[in-house]
Each structure stands twice: as C-alpha cells, then as structure tokens.
C-alpha cells in the first residue's frame, strides 16, 4: 500500500526566506507526483505535477524535483512571500487513478 | 470555464439521514473521483469513476454510494449519515495521467 509522508509538519520562515518541504512515498511504481496548495477552508489548487520519467518541473519561484527510485520528491520555494502562506500537499498517483497524499505541510511566512 | 463545481457548499444532516452531494466539470475529463478531508488523517479517495456509466471503490467507500450517468457530472450519495462522516468532501476531475483539477469541497457536519 502507498504511503506518502510530508516533513515537516509545519514550517515558520521570515520573508525573503528560500525553503524546501519534503515528501517522501513507498512504492516508486508511480505515474505521477503533484504539488498542491490548500488555503484554510479552500480546496487544492495545483502547483506543479511531475510525470514519472521527468525529474524536475518549474513554475515561476517553485521548483519541484523528482527521484523516484528512492522516492522523493522536494518542493523549493524561492524568496518566500507572506502569500506564500499556506499548506502544502504532496500527492502521487499510482495504478488505478489514485492519488495517494501525504498530510501536508502547513507553511507561514512571516512579513 | 467554470472548471470543477460542488454543491451544495455547506450542510447540516442529523444521523439517519440522507442526502446526495453534486460534482460537476467543463472540461470534458473522463476521469471523476471524491475524496474525504479529515484532520490527521489527509485525503482519502471514496470512489472514483473512469468513464460515464462507470464506477469504482476507493479507499474508503462504506456508507457511500456514487452514480456517474453523464460525463460531466459525478454524484456522491449518504444513504443514511452517521457522525462519522462529517467532514470536507472534495471532488475532482482529470484526463489520467494528468493532473487533477479539485472543486471547492462541501463541509458537511453530522449531529
């Protein structure tokens, strides 16, 4: 069975800051990675998704990177913005359509 | 394009009783699914479908029913609700193995 962990839990960083949040998964027989943003009492907006032969995807200040045989993947986020505050969740798609997440990591940047 | 809608956005249901929850998609995406949103424990996939007329179980599908009778619309049915089931639902549509697409959810509360 998929198991997707996120570390940290939660994550306090100044403005400015650069960062990295961490998502690790079981089973490396996946289609896909994908990282998503949730605002508190919002639903998921996707950030970036990874096909399973890419190693690296890229969207404005995030940066996602993919190692699949040791089933990883970071999310970087460059110079951190208030914004930017939010939970962050990791998901990986496996057979059968299923995304499995991890329980994210809730991020505060601080002004 | 709307992209994914829920409704309703938010109900109250007292045990026993029932109620259906709509997803609906523009996109034209074959792929549907619902999923669950519970503190501690993330996302969890109810039931997906992988075409009009299809369905299929997630990791959670007790107490559930779904019907999927045109492609654009994906139902989520509570035959008789139990206070274990309040919670944020969420659905969302994709083009596997693609990214998924999330509605705004449907905070439903059980008393």
């Given at each position: 069975?998929?198991?997707?962990?996120?570390?940290p839990?939660?994550?306090?960083?100044?403005?400015?800051?650069?960062?990295?949040?961490?998502?690790?998964?079981?089973d490396?027989?996946?289609?896909?990675?994908?990282?998503?943003?949730?605002?508190?009492?919002k639903?998921?907006?996707?950030l970036?998704?990874?096909?399973?032969?890419q190693?690296?995807?890229?969207?404005?200040?995030?940066?996602?990177?993919?190692?699949?045989?040791?089933?990883?993947?970071?999310?970087?986020?460059?110079?951190?913005?208030?914004?930017?505050s939010?939970?962050?969740?990791?998901?990986?798609q496996?057979?059968?359509?299923?995304?499995t997440?991890?329980?994210?990591?809730?991020?505060?940047?601080?002004? | 394009?709307?992209?994914?809608?829920?409704?309703?956005?938010?109900?109250?249901?007292?045990?026993g009783?029932?109620?259906?929850?709509?997803?609906?998609?523009?996109?034209?995406?074959?792929?549907?699914?619902?999923?669950?949103?519970?503190?501690?424990?993330?996302?969890?996939?109810?039931?997906?479908?992988?075409?009009?007329?299809?369905?299929?179980?997630?990791?959670?599908?007790?107490?559930?029913n779904?019907?999927?009778?045109?492609?654009?619309?994906?139902?989520?049915?509570?035959?008789?609700?139990?206070?274990?089931?309040?919670?944020?639902?969420?659905?969302a549509?994709?083009?596997?193995?693609?990214?998924?697409?999330?509605?705004?959810?449907?905070?439903?509360t059980?008393?």
């Amino acid at each position: 069975k998929q198991e997707v962990t996120q570390i940290p839990a939660a994550l306090s960083v100044p403005e400015g800051e650069n960062l990295v949040l961490n998502c690790s998964f079981t089973d490396s027989a996946i289609y896909n990675l994908q990282w998503f943003r949730q605002d508190p009492g919002k639903g998921l907006t996707s950030l970036l998704l990874i096909q399973s032969s890419q190693r690296e995807q890229t969207s404005g200040r995030l940066n996602a990177s993919l190692d699949k045989s040791s089933g990883r993947s970071t999310l970087y986020i460059a110079a951190s913005q208030p914004g930017d505050s939010a939970t962050y969740l990791c998901a990986v798609q496996t057979s059968g359509s299923r995304l499995t997440f991890g329980e994210g990591t809730q991020l505060t940047v601080n002004p | 394009n709307a992209g994914v809608t829920q409704t309703p956005k938010f109900r109250v249901l007292k045990t026993g009783q029932s109620m259906t929850l709509l997803c609906a998609q523009d996109m034209n995406h074959e792929y549907m699914y619902w999923y669950r949103q519970d503190p501690g424990m993330g996302l969890r996939l109810i039931h997906y479908s992988v075409g009009e007329g299809t369905t299929a179980k997630g990791e959670v599908p007790d107490g559930y029913n779904v019907s999927r009778l045109k492609k654009q619309n994906f139902l989520l049915g509570l035959e008789s609700a139990a206070p274990s089931q309040t919670s944020v639902y969420f659905c969302a549509s994709s083009s596997l193995p693609y990214e998924q697409y999330f509605g705004p959810g449907t905070r439903l509360t059980v008393t």
